[in-house]
Structure formats: C-alpha cells, structure tokens
C-alpha cells in the first residue's frame, strides 16, 4: 500500500522558517517525481514545487521562488521543503503528492502550517 | 501561466441527475485532469489525459475536450459523488488547478 506521510507543519512566526518532511513508502520513491501542493484554509489546490527523480529538474511555483527549497533523499525515501522568510499567506495544509505521467496519483493527508504572530 | 476557470463555482444535483462542470483555459493545453476532494480528505486523481478514468472510477463519470475548453461528466448523479472537483493543466509550467466546483447533493 502506498503511503506519503508529511510532517513538520506547526505556528510560526512571520519571517522565520520551517522544514517539512514527506517519508514514501509502498512504492519505488526514487523512480518517479515528487511534488509540494498546498491549500490554504476552505480555499483550493495551489501547487508549490516540483523534484524529479534524480533532483536534476526542480520547478518552483512564483509566489514561493527563492524562499522554499525542495530537495529529496531517495536513501531515506523523503521529500523535503524548506521554507524561510515565512508570510501569512503561505498559511496552509501542504500535501505531498507523487507525480506519474502528468498525474499527482499518490496524496499525503497533509501537514498543516499556519504562520502567525 | 495558464488560469483555469471553472463553472459552475458551486452545485446541487440530484440522485440521477446529469451533472457538467466545464473549465476553460486561458490558452490551449494538451490534456486537461481533474481531481475529485471530499471534505476532510486529500484529493484523489479521478479523470487523466482528458478522457480517462482513474482506477476505481465508475464509469459514469466522463471528460471531454480539446484546446482550451474541457467538461466533466456525471451521467447520474449518486449520493457519494458529493463533493469539490478541480481540473488541473500541466502543459506549461507552473502547473495550474481551477478553483473547483463544490457539487452537493440536493
């Protein structure tokens, strides 16, 4: 059984950091691409980055470029997301998703962050 | 970036009723994808490359389209099809999801 479970999420103050984790099991994590998706409270799906296997290709979404960084450890079957210099709207449930042929097939239940003073 | 702009925003259909959600592109994707979230859940993958169905679909959901104009088709309307469907293009990036449609169940 496929499974993605996040974590990190938490309140965090404007302008300061958090590191998210997503640990993959149940499939092979290292063969396919993995993905940051996130949903701010009662709003819709708003993709934040993108890693491909291998890490050669990222792609990050503009409202997040140059403040998060996503990155993967296929030893340790886990997808990462660091985020800094943190603003209210980035309060949100960020999913982590696996990608296959265009679609995010595998979804986390999600890890909540809200950021606020 | 390509904006997706979903109707209707919100819905109520009910039992056995057709139901089409359109999503319109701002400009032409290959295929268009669609979501399916229920309140409380993550989203699952529910229709693929415009026209396919994901596993475990029934099959009386349906996509169309081409270019900029896609639909979403429930061809009766079932209680546990209640729920927020969004569409999603990733033909460029930034990826893009619509806004969604809320469908309840009247």
């Known amino acids: 059984e496929v499974q993605l479970v996040e974590s990190g999420g938490g309140l965090v103050q404007p302008g300061r950091s958090l590191k998210l984790s997503c640990v993959a099991s149940g499939f092979t994590f290292s063969n396919y691409g993995m993905n940051w998706i996130r949903q701010a409270p009662g709003k819709g799906l708003e993709w934040v980055a993108y890693i491909s296997s291998g890490s050669s290709y990222i792609y990050y979404a503009e409202t997040v470029k140059g403040r998060f960084t996503i990155s993967r450890d296929n030893a340790k079957n886990t997808l990462y997301l660091q985020m800094t210099s943190l603003r209210s709207e980035d309060t949100a449930l960020y999913y982590c998703?696996?990608?296959?042929?265009?679609?995010?097939?595998?979804w986390g239940q999600g890890t909540l962050v809200t950021v606020s003073s | 970036e390509i904006v997706l702009t979903q109707s209707p925003t919100t819905m109520a259909a009910s039992p056995g009723e057709k139901v089409t959600i359109t999503c319109r592109a701002s400009?032409?994707?290959?295929?268009m994808y669609w979501y399916q979230q229920k309140s409380g859940a993550s989203p699952k993958p529910w229709i693929y490359?415009?026209?396919k169905l994901a596993s475990g679909v029934p099959d009386r959901f349906s996509g169309s389209g081409s270019g900029t104009s896609y639909s979403f088709t429930i061809s009766s309307m079932e209680t546990e099809d209640a729920a927020t469907y969004y569409c999603h293009q990733w033909s460029s990036t930034p990826p893009t999801f619509g806004a969604g449609t809320k469908l309840e169940l009247k």
């Open positions: 998703a696996s990608f296959n042929n265009y679609v995010f097939a595998y």
């Open positions: 490359e415009t026209s």
């Open positions: 400009s032409s994707v290959s295929y």
